[in-house]
């Protein structure tokens, strides 16, 4: 059974897109013409993606599999923060 650790690379890579992503929206919330649907549909994305990466992890069993993941994480970052771009 594989089993991940703290020090894997692409789950640290995971921990700091999310936690970058989850900043970004708080910042987002903080802007005063953003509207309440905006942040809302923001925390959507947020969680679907949230929802994917979990899934995908699940799936890394190769150093290839892990860049996969890594790319796909920094794809999803850039999609996002075009999204926040008000």
């Not at 989850?22 to 993606?49: C, G, H, P, W």
């Not at 992890?57 to 290839?64: D, G, L, P």
Request: charged share 45%.
């Amino acid at each position: 059974m594989h089993t991940r650790t703290k020090d894997n690379k692409s789950e640290k890579t995971y921990q700091r897109v999310r936690d970058r992503m989850k900043k970004r929206i708080n910042k987002f919330r903080a802007q005063e013409k953003v509207s309440t649907e905006l942040i809302d549909r923001a925390e959507m994305q947020y969680e679907i993606f949230r929802s994917q990466a979990l899934d995908r992890k699940k799936t890394v069993k190769t150093k290839e599999d892990a860049l996969q993941f890594v790319d796909w994480l920094f794809e999803q970052e850039r999609s996002f923060e075009k999204y926040l771009e008000v």
